[in-house]
């Protein structure tokens, strides 16, 4: 076998989920080099298996053993393509870090990454549910996605438009066994005002002593010292970051529920007869903040996170989720969704 990938049976997944639950693959394929990608698939042990690509491991569930191969891509790298009227192109692999990927950029002098600093995770994931924190989603700064079709056994450049970028969505999302991403292009600026819409990081750069306008390594910093302060650390306590996804209603059904519920966080949705609304108030006004069943719990800093407190396994994490989402939806008649892929279960 090349030693540009390497196949092992019986694979332990344990230490390769955030949430750090008890799961098994069958086979377990890491490609270290994304040229040899097709090569590798077509090896017999797996050919026509089920397939699952992980990256971080920081945003899906086992709830159940992975079925055929899982993929872990490790390349990693990152660099400047080009550089044309202060906006640059920027390309990072698959296997890359993201939060090395935000920090990397600001040492090269780009900004447009700061908001999302400290997201766990890998760049290769970071298009699926476009991730989004602060003010900005990854889809806002990604110009293209390499990928592997799985589908047309090609490798493809989906342009922003191609990505059909959505809250916590993407095509990829869509059709999670049809490609596989190998690498994300960014454009990034030289030079370009920060993005403060979020309130909470205008009062963290005020605590930081900063007056003037930020720079975006002070907006990194800023997004670090609120996520550090609000979500549990996946490397202390296992979870996944936001569990269920900020419900999207119509705007006749957030006013109703405003009429009620005053305090309830309102924000726009995707078009004009939409509303977000803050799936951690519901859930915290349900009473589930610091809940725990076992090891299986929803974090005491934060209602949207479910944890594991040491020995959970993926079935009661789903269990707790399923109860959380059932009393939400019977005092509130709003249906939550999961935000990270669950593995072995349907929702
Ligand atoms: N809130 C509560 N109880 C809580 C926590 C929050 O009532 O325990 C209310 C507060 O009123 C707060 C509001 O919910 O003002 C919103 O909370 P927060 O600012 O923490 O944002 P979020 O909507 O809960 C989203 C993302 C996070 C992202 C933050 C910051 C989703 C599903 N989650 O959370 O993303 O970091 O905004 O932009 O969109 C993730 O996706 O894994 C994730 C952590």
């Known amino acids: 076998m090349s ?24 086979w377990l394929l890491e490609v270290f080099d994304t040229g040899t990608l097709a090569e590798a698939l077509e090896l017999e042990q797996i050919a026509g298996l089920p397939l699952l690509p992980l990256g971080g491991g920081s945003n899906l569930l086992f709830a159940g053993d992975a079925p ?9 790298g990152m660099r400047v393509l080009g550089e044309h009227g202060g ?30 600093a400290l997201i766990p995770g890998s760049v290769g994931a970071a298009p699926i549910q ?23 056994g090609t490798r493809v450049r989906m342009d922003r438009q191609a990505c059909a970028f959505g809250y916590r969505d993407s095509a990829f999302k869509r059709a999670p066994d049809r490609w596989i991403v190998t690498a994300v292009e960014f454009e990034l600026a030289r030079d370009a005002a920060p993005r403060l819409d979020y309130a909470g990081i205008g009062e963290e750069l005020a605590a930081m002593g900063i007056a003037g306008p930020p720079s975006a390594r002070e907006v990194a910093e800023a997004v670090i010292r609120i996520r550090r302060r609000k979500l549990p650390d996946p490397a202390l306590t296992g979870n996944a970051g936001s569990f269920f996804k900020n419900p999207i209603v119509p705007a006749a059904q957030a006013a109703a529920l405003l009429a009620a519920h005053p305090r309830l966080p309102v924000f726009p949705g995707d078009g004009d007869g939409s ?26 800093a934060h209602a949207l996170v479910l944890v594991n407190h040491g020995q959970a396994s993926g079935a009661q994490l789903l269990a707790l989720a399923r109860r959380i989402a059932a009393s939400v939806g019977e005092r509130f008649g709003v249906a939550l969704e999961p935000e990270p892929r669950i593995v072995g279960e349907r929702w």
Not at 5 to 23: H, K, P, W
Not at 92 to 97: H, I, V
């Open 3 to 26: 030693a540009l990938y390497f196949l092992r049976r019986d694979a332990d997944l344990s230490a390769r989920n955030t949430f750090g639950v008890a799961a098994r693959a069958p």
């Open 68 to 76: 055929g191969a899982v993929l872990a891509l490790r390349a990693a």
């Open 87 to 116: 906006r640059a192109t920027v390309r990072a692999e698959a296997g890359a870090e993201w939060h090395a990927l935000v920090m990397w950029s600001l040492d090269q002098g780009l900004c447009g990454l700061e908001n999302l």
């Open 130 to 152: 476009n991730i989004g924190a602060y003010g900005v989603e990854a889809g806002e700064r990604i110009v293209a996605v390499e990928a592997w079709d799985r589908q047309q």
């Open 275 to 300: 509303r977000k609304l803050s799936a951690a108030w519901l859930i915290d006004a349900c009473g589930w903040k610091g809940a725990r069943e076992g090891d299986a719990g929803v974090s005491d």
